[in-house]
């Protein structure tokens, strides 16, 4: 049940220059909370800024504790990184349509950057669920690979990439990732990064007929479905483009859905 | 109504056009969905009315993404009307909004003054439907694009039919991208609007230095929220005093405090939009703060606050 | 000029009818008082241009007060142009001025064109005097009181009867409360405005509701500040694509990733107002900024800025 | 001379229910700064609030410390009593037309509620200046009389009044005040407060054509006398209304020269 409530900072760790993983607790979301959605986060005290901000959610405990990770892009995401623990924060969440969850599968898991995000609750919940994992993961450099204690603690096969060569495999992940589809014959995919990074995910699941799904990113203003304003192009089965909200019909939209060419 | 050891009730209950609203509070069209989206957050039987996301005729697909930039305490949208259209309106979208008990709006707008004719017709034979809100910020296509409500005879025009086709009060809702809205107000109260709703958004615009394009697929978009809160103010001061009928005041409201500038101010009901999208318990918030303020202040009535601005 | 082990310097200079300002970046009028206010905070010689507080025939004493009220990002003033008039400038005001190398703009207004006309020839007559600013944002005694600016054929009579009294470039200004603001800038650049500033502040309003009066004594204020900045950004690139003469572009201009929008969406030149009355330094990082970001991006030239939005 | 520099945050503390003590190390301010005059502060880290606040000089030590005594009213002082020490705040000053200080004089200090801000520190020049203070200070309630034991501790012969009488006289301090003008035949008296106490405080002080000044408040934006925005009405000798800066022109004022009709 989607809940509007003041969460508290139970801490702020700052993983990278500019990359913070918060844990708040907010019981009511944890345990409603669905790998691939969103909280939607009040980043201000006053009306600058003025909107809530989305993000994924990276980590729902048992004990109520809610975690996010994220980066500082502007004037919101650095209000958050101020924010210590013992201040309350408004968030409205779980939202969205996650990932589908499936039973025994082997699974391939593939992010970009920051979209490690909403992978690793994937790759939680779906270990839990009896399926095998494997956790393909990019980033420009080693600096910028992050959680990955957390990663190897769990049971997923891990696969780096770095643009740079010094972590793991060097180039995009997603070159990586094709190197496995044939030997692994996974039953699903997985995916979230940067939209070239999705697309060329798309194109490659495709061309080995697996089921995929992407996260989209889009600015949001309500996070309800309810002002039209974060929509994102898809086609139907026949190639025709319509408009869909990233908030309520994603951000987790099925790859051959996307319209991938704007 | 006194309750027994409490203090007596306020009124909040105003009359706009021939409906009561049991309060003067309101969503804004297009910042509220079909209702529906609010539910799981607010009793949606607690608002003065219910007012829904403009529908045209036919299906409008709206602008292609990205719809919305933030800019400093406003928000800058190029949602471009999309809706699902009259059809779907009236099978998928009004049966639900009908179990609501307060009054609801239905806000239009058309490409040509024909849309609107029909619009208004076919509403007018649905059940329901306690008014019309006419959006005439849109282009007329047959005059070149220009906007309906920048031009009065325009605007006038457009209200006229509108009430030739309906027996439902109409509400005329005003753009504040004029040089002088009161000229706009009293044309469309001439042609019959029983109520102006104002403001509608302020046209901006926005740049994406990185990329050097404009922020907003559809470059311009319209500005909402606190920013924009002292124009609309304005418009409605001047709009209040230079027609007769009821004014519904709009445009930054964000507070009961600023929902109370609007009353005093002249408007009879105010509209609450991007609050909304920053917090869905913000229409009945407002409602509870002004009720907390009336009873505060010892007003028995918010109709004492209604136009009350001493100059 | 290329310095010894250092990165080639980019060019910062435009030219605006007829001037050459160093960078493009000026100060709007109003907001920098007569320029000494801030002279223990920045180097004056550092500024695109200096441009004045609008001056009148007449000492005129502006509004009574409060003339101030904070909106959100959003200032809302009612000066009323308290300067101490043409005599005291030129006495008082100007030789301080003169020591300073940048352009200097002075900003005239008038109730009647003849006073236009009047202040036109008397600051031509003086020395150290760069361009003149035509603020058309008054109101017209002799026409009921409509303002200027918001008539085509009265901007156009303004601009005209002051190129009729002066040899120095003239700018006009215009006032954003209308409803096509590029009639307004075709009217004055017809007329031989030679460069077109724009925007001035919206028509805003707040009420003090404990006290259920308006917050300004002068009931109706100018908002500025970042509030206004999508509004002024469409202005101006409207205003740039529908006239040949150069454009200086304001409102709402807090740092450099402001100005570089506005040079984008086709300003030669921006002006900052309330930016500095919140950081008496915030033109000169604006500057500093600007430069950065041209080093940054491997633009030689501010002027490859100009325009260069992409649609 | 003017300056416009960050100051580090000593210590915040609460003395009242929204009354905060703020204690900032901003040297080249506390050497400059003479009682009466005022801070400009920004109170924000994004537009919203968007104009820096005006709080008078409450006290300026030795060691560079500058202290200011503000009660909160809104969204800019409500963001500076979170400031916690360690952090930074932008101020400009000292800025304005202060108290005339004279030697070896009888003063009588006036304030009003929260008016007692700058004459604690005038307090203290005068003192140190040779002169006799004694000053009257007037609240709605005893909870409301701040910094006592400051001003007991100081050489300062001190009066107190509140509206309910929980502490001192019961009622307008510029009563209390009035009873003691004939006896303690004063050379100069300065007030701070409400609008309507300066009115009174006027008034008393024309008739005992006793020398006095007057502390005023208005809006301001620039704090610079550049926008003239924060304009009063004075009357020159004649009785001619004319608009004056608060900012430049004042704070402080010669009692006879306000126009007080407005
Ligand atoms: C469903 C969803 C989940 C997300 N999850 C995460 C996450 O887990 N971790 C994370 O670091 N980021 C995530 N993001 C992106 C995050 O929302 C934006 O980085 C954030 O809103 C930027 O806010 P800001 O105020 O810091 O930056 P702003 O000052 O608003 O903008 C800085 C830059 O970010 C862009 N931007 C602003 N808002 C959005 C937005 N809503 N979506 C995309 N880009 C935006 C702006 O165009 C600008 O270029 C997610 C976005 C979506 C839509
Ligand atoms: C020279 C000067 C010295 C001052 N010294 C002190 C001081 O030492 N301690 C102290 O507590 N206060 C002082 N004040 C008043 C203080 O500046 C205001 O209380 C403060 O600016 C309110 O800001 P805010 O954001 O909290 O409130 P806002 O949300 O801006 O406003 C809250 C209320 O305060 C009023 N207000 C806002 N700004 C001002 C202003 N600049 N002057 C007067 N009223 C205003 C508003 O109209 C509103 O009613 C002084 C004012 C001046 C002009
Ligand atoms: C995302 C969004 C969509 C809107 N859509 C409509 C609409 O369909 N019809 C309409 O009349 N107004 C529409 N508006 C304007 C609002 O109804 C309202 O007039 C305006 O936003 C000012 O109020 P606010 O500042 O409270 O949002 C929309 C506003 C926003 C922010
Ligand atoms: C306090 C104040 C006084 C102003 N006075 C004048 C003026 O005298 N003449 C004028 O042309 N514009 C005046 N303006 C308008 C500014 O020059 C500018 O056009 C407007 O504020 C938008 O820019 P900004 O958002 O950067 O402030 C004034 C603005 C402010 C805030
Ligand atoms: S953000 Fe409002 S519909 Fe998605
Ligand atoms: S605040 Fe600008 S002149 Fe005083």
């Not at chain 1, 994937?122 to 393909?136: I, T, W």
């Not at chain 1, 990955?148 to 049971?155: I, N, S």
């Not at chain 2, 059809?87 to 609801?104: S, V």
Request: net charge neutral; hydrophobic share 45%.
């Amino acid at each position: 049940m989607l809940q509007d409530l003041e969460a508290e900072v139970l801490a702020s760790h700052q993983l990278g220059q500019d990359v913070y993983l918060l844990r708040l607790h907010a019981p009511l979301i944890a345990e409603a909370a669905q790998p691939g959605q969103f909280v939607h986060v009040r980043c201000s005290e006053t009306f600058d800024p003025l909107l809530r901000r989305p993000l994924s959610i990276h980590d729902a405990g048992n004990e109520g504790e809610l975690t996010l990770l994220y980066q500082v892009k502007g004037r919101g995401t650095a209000w958050l990184a101020r924010q210590q623990s013992g201040q309350k924060i408004n968030i409205l969440g779980p939202r969205g349509r996650g990932f589908t969850l499936p039973q025994n599968k082997r699974l391939a898991l593939v992010a970009g950057g920051m979209g490690m995000v909403p992978l690793l609750f994937l790759a939680r919940r779906a270990l839990e669920a009896g399926n095998e994992v494997d956790f393909f993961y990019g980033a420009r450099d080693r600096e910028q690979l992050y959680q990955l204690e957390t990663l190897k603690a769990m049971q997923v096969n891990l696969f780096l990439a770095t643009d740079d060569g010094s972590a793991g495999f060097q180039g995009p992940v997603t070159k990586l990732w094709e190197k496995y589809i044939p030997e692994r014959s996974y039953d699903r995919g997985y995916a979230c990064g940067p939209r070239p990074a999705l697309a060329a995910f798309a194109c490659l699941a495709g061309r080995a007929s697996l089921p995929a799904e992407v996260s989209l990113e889009e600015r949001m203003a309500c996070g309800l479905g309810a002002c039209r304003g974060c929509v994102t192009a898809l086609q139907d089965p026949s190639g025709n483009k319509y408009y869909e909200n990233v908030c309520t019909g994603g951000p987790v939209f099925d790859a051959v859905a996307v319209y991938w060419e704007d | 109504m006194e309750q027994a050891g409490k203090r007596p009730r306020v009124n909040l209950a105003v009359e706009i056009t021939g409906l009561t609203l049991q309060n003067p509070v309101m969503p804004a069209s297009g910042t509220f969905g079909f209702g529906e989206e609010y539910a799981p957050f607010i009793d949606l039987n607690r608002l003065g009315a219910l007012v829904v996301k403009t529908i045209t005729l036919h299906p409008t697909p709206g602008n292609p993404p990205p719809r919305l930039m933030e800019g400093h305490c406003g928000l800058l949208n190029s949602v471009g009307l999309q809706n699902p259209g009259l059809e779907i309106f009236l099978r998928e979208k009004l049966p639900y909004l009908r179990r609501y008990t307060p009054p609801l709006i239905v806000s239009i707008a058309g490409r040509t003054t024909e849309e609107y004719a029909e619009l208004a017709a076919r509403l007018s034979e649905a059940e329901g439907i306690a008014a019309l809100e006419v959006n005439i910020s849109c282009p007329n296509v047959k005059e070149g694009g220009i906007v309906f409500g920048t031009v009065p005879a325009m605007a006038a025009r457009v209200t006229a039919i509108v009430k030739e086709h309906t027996h439902l009060p109409v509400i005329v809702k005003l753009t504040p991208n004029v040089t002088d809205i009161t000229t706009i107000a009293r044309a469309v109260e001439d042609a019959g609007a029983g109520a102006i709703a104002l403001i509608n958004t302020l046209q901006g615009m926005a740049i994406d230095i990185e990329r050097r394009r404009p922020a907003l697929a559809n470059i311009v978009g319209g500005l909402s929220g606190p920013a924009i809160k002292p124009v609309a103010l304005y418009a409605v001061w001047r709009v209040a005093r230079a027609v007769k009928v009821p004014v519904i005041g709009m445009g930054g409201i964000m507070t009961a405090r600023d929902a109370i500038e609007f009353l005093l101010a002249g408007a009879t009901a105010v509209a609450v939009g991007t609050a909304t999208l920053v917090d869905p318990g913000a229409i009945t918030k407002i409602i509870a703060g002004l009720e907390n303020y009336l009873t505060e202040q010892g007003l028995a009535d918010v109709r004492e606050l209604i136009g009350a601005l001493q100059i």
